[in-house]
């Protein structure tokens, strides 16, 4: 098998049965062979009937994961990049605002240049609102400044890999996974390619401002301990500070028999420290949370159904 197309699906009823179409007509007369892996992240439509149809009907090449229940995108991408046969693998999302035609344009990238072990598309230009990008934005400066890795701004999951990229992927078996993360920390030879997103097929965005922020925040926990660091550099500097104050007002009563304002000093000070220690200790349990997570080694997605393909020539 060439390429597998690895296409995560929640609650995408709509979006499955175009998605496949697209991609019979972007790869009619490619000249090899494909597959389409479908994961069912745990959708609480009739997305795996559909799925199921697909596969019964369909003169393509359709493999069916279905979870037991809503594990997150990231599992999905996991899991199917664990069944894909192809020697490249595309990972591509089933609303169709990401083009087909494109991710054949990557395996005939990857044909003609063997140097190069991926091709990641990244957004020139988003249609999301000015706040929702800034905050993109924000985050792609702030996590290349504190790790040591490489982030693109605009990267997305939709790239075609190599199989020993996607051997590498799949040897980091972390649970709390960040995919754009994981791609870069493996390194490889990675080219990137402009896209421009088209509206979503049908039905509504999973994602929202909160999840995003949850992701970014996963994302700056998994690749660098920056957070622990500033905990450290905060109480540091907050013990310096009343410390310099102390000298102050011994200062201020001994010499200048000024008197030292008390009550109001004292609920400000424990105030300012509390929460200096509160915001310290969140960031340490955040990370003694992802620990203990990774600790009780739980597999990262668990299988209900898993129907493989018929290996029909395309």
């Not at 035609?101 to 957004?123: K, N």
């Not at 929460?275 to 969140?282: A, M, P, R």
């Amino acid at each position: 098998m060439h390429l597998s197309l690895v296409i995560p699906c929640y609650n995408e009823s709509e979006n499955v049965q175009p998605m496949h179409d697209a991609v019979a007509a972007a790869f009619a007369g490619c000249g090899f062979d494909y597959e389409l892996v479908f994961v069912d992240d745990g959708s609480v439509d009739d997305t795996y009937l559909r799925l199921k149809a697909l596969h019964e009907t369909s003169a393509q090449n359709i493999r069916v994961v279905s979870f037991s229940r809503n594990f997150g995108k990231e599992s999905a991408i996991y899991a199917g990049l664990q069944h894909a046969a192809g020697d490249y693998v595309t990972i591509i999302d089933a609303d169709l605002q990401q083009p087909p035609a494109l991710a054949l344009e990557m395996a005939r990238f990857l044909d003609e240049h063997e140097e190069t072990d991926c091709v990641a598309a990244f957004q020139e230009r988003r249609h999301e609102g000015k706040g929702t990008v800034f905050l993109k934005n924000m985050f792609y400066k702030l996590i290349n400044r504190v790790t040591e890795i490489k982030f693109v701004p605009g990267a997305s999951d939709f790239r075609t890999m190599r199989r020993p990229m996607i051997e590498a992927v799949l040897a980091l078996g972390e649970d709390n996974r960040f995919s754009k993360g994981i791609f870069s920390w493996v390194g490889f030879q990675t080219h990137y390619i402009p896209y421009q997103a088209a509206e979503r097929n049908a039905g509504r965005s999973k994602w929202n401002t909160l999840k995003l922020f949850q992701y970014a925040l996963t994302g700056i926990v998994s690749f660098t301990t920056m957070p622990l660091r500033l905990a450290a550099f905060a109480g540091v500097a907050s013990a310096l500070l009343a410390l310099i104050y102390m000298i102050v007002v011994v200062v201020q009563k001994l010499v200048f028999d000024i008197a030292v304002p008390g009550y109001a000093t004292l609920v400000g000070l424990i105030l300012l420290l509390g929460g200096i220690q509160l915001f310290c200790l969140g960031i340490v349990g955040e990370y003694l949370a992802k620990t203990y997570v990774e600790s009780k080694r739980r597999p990262i997605y668990v299988a209900r159904r898993v129907l493989e393909p018929q290996q029909k020539k395309i």
